[in-house]
């Protein structure tokens, strides 16, 4: 485990300890080691429901961790300025040493994008707080120094841990009867990657809110796809909820939630969890 993932971890112990629970990791490893497989199905059908809850609670509560536990001020503002200095979108600022971020209005329409920011950001407050100097958010910059990767990598333990990406995969090959094989090993192969594109991605990112492109960096950088199929995965429009009513795919993505309604009331009905 790296210095960020490790401070990230403890950071969320602490903060989950100061409500009184665990952290969605903790639940969602204890929950896997109680899975038992039975003909692509899990065996208790209560584990369905249990996870399905745990893992629409498991995003975290990034302006509350942000303010409440860890004390730093957060603001708004336009940061479009600093695009010419990274050569590429600015979508957040840090101080680590005045323990403030500041988060671009752009962030704001796209909630996976806004709390990816504020993670990201936070992973400077807390892992380069000596440095005097302002970080600023902007993935696709050209020139991202090694201290980026170091806030990225905490940004990624803060929004999606291992267990909890571990038990989505899980709940998705069990929900839609997919060989959990097939989906978590042999994701580069076509039926792999439609899987992920009908199925995992869609799940991942209306239940965790993270963004698409963070659930691939994540399984690229763990071996789950290669960089073909990261590359395939950011080509093709995928209607969510988070997405700006305005948006031209705000009809599908309404669709697109209404069926998600829908599986969730199946999901209670024994018949369809039978092994
Ligand atoms: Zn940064």
């Known amino acids: 485990m790296s210095v960020a993932q490790d401070a990230a971890g403890r950071l969320l112990t602490e903060y989950c300890r100061s409500q009184g629970r665990e952290t969605p990791a903790v639940e969602a490893a204890r929950l896997l080691s109680r899975i038992r497989v039975c003909k692509a199905r899990w065996a208790n059908r209560d584990t369905a429901s249990s996870a399905l809850r745990l893992l629409g ?17 957060l603001s708004v503002e336009c940061l479009e300025r600093f695009d010419r200095y ?3 979108p600015v979508y957040g600022v840090a101080r680590p040493n005045s323990r403030h971020v500041t988060v671009c209005t ?8 806004y709390r990816a920011t504020i993670a990201h ?7 380069h707080q000596r440095d005097s100097g302002l970080h600023a958010y902007s993935p696709q910059s050209p020139h991202r120094p090694s201290i980026e990767s170091e806030a990225d990598e ?8 291992d267990p909890v990406f571990h038990l989505s995969l899980a709940f998705v090959a069990h929900f839609h009867r997919i060989d959990i094989r097939e989906i978590g090993s042999r994701a580069d192969s076509n039926r792999g990657r439609e899987q992920w594109r009908r199925y995992l991605l869609p ?11 963070l659930v691939c960096v994540w399984a690229l950088k763990r071996g789950f796809v290669n960089r073909e ?3 395939y995965h950011l080509t093709y429009a995928m209607p969510n909820r988070w997405l700006d009513p305005s948006s031209s795919y705000s009809r599908s993505a309404c669709e697109w939630q209404v069926d998600w309604n829908e599986s969730v009331r199946r999901i209670s009905k024994p018949g369809l969890m039978e092994a």
Do not use: Q, W
């Open 203 to 213: 799940f991942c990112v209306n239940s965790l809110c993270v963004s698409r492109h």
């Open 121 to 127: 950001e936070l992973g400077h407050t807390v892992l």
């Open 154 to 161: 905490f940004m990624t333990a803060i929004l999606l841990p």
């Open 57 to 73: 609670n498991a995003a975290i509560d990034v302006d509350d961790l942000a303010e409440n536990h860890l004390g730093v001020t």
């Open 86 to 88: 990274s050569g590429a």
């Open 229 to 231: 199929t990261l590359a």
């Open 106 to 113: 752009r962030a704001l329409k796209y909630e996976p994008l």
